[in-house]
């Protein structure tokens, strides 16, 4: 009973660095999601999958990039990590629509120093 | 651009009370998702309303959707320790293709 599952949990990472956030699913969803979240903010998206193999830009992909090789997961690379990308990310799923409810992994959290 | 306006921002109240959490927006939307997210946990579905005036309920959550699909508010009865958390809705557009729209949230601590 897994779910979306993130890793790593926590990160810190230099300016200039670069990293990839992995996200898992195991309920065989189409859709995948990476928001990030950062305080009085709410959730703004990032880059969303709507299959294997198909990615598109959301609302702020700046400084992103990602991957669909598979169903099950959808990695979020960060290639060279500014001081404005320390936030909370979270990925999420869904089954059928951009607008249909998600279920959401427990997020990573990233500060970049 | 759509956006969803929630308020208050944050509540903080004692064991017992009554609240409602409202959700605003100037567009319409064809659904309208309601969230909980607990300190260092992703956000967790609580409800989908999809019809303007419709009410749901979930034990001591009453969710409603605006008769003309641009509002939603959330009332919580007596509330308890456990509904602390942090409270987002989320529109859905008219299309399938329209990605969701998050309000920024609001902050509820409830103390026994």
């Known amino acids: 009973n897994a779910g979306v599952t993130q890793t790593p949990k926590f990160r810190i990472l230099k300016i200039g660095q670069s990293m990839t956030l992995q996200c898992a699913q195991d309920?065989?969803?189409?859709?995948m999601y990476w928001y990030r979240q950062d305080p009085g903010m709410g959730l703004k998206l990032i880059y969303y999958s709507v299959g294997a193999g198909i990615t598109d830009k959301g609302e702020v992909p700046n400084g992103y990039n990602v991957s669909r090789s598979t169903t099950e997961d959808f990695p979020l690379r960060l290639e060279l990590a500014a001081p404005s990308q320390t936030s909370v990310y979270f990925c999420a799923s869904g089954t059928t629509g951009l607008n249909q409810p998600q279920h959401f992994g427990d997020g990573t959290r990233l500060s970049i120093l | 651009t759509q956006l969803l306006e929630q308020s208050p921002q944050f509540l903080s109240i004692q064991e017992g009370e009554n609240l409602t959490v409202y959700c605003n927006s100037s567009s319409v939307f064809s659904s309208l998702q309601w969230y909980r997210q607990e300190p260092g946990e992703g956000p967790v579905l609580l409800v989908t309303v999809v019809t303007g005036g419709e009410v749901k309920k979930l034990k001591r959550l009453t969710f409603q959707f605006g008769d003309a699909r641009k509002d939603s508010s959330l009332h919580i009865t007596a509330a308890q320790p456990g509904d602390t958390g942090l409270y987002l809705c989320a529109g859905g557009g008219g299309q399938a293709g329209t990605a969701l729209i998050f309000g920024k949230g609001t902050t509820l601590s409830v103390s026994s």
């Open positions: 309920m065989n969803h189409n859709y």
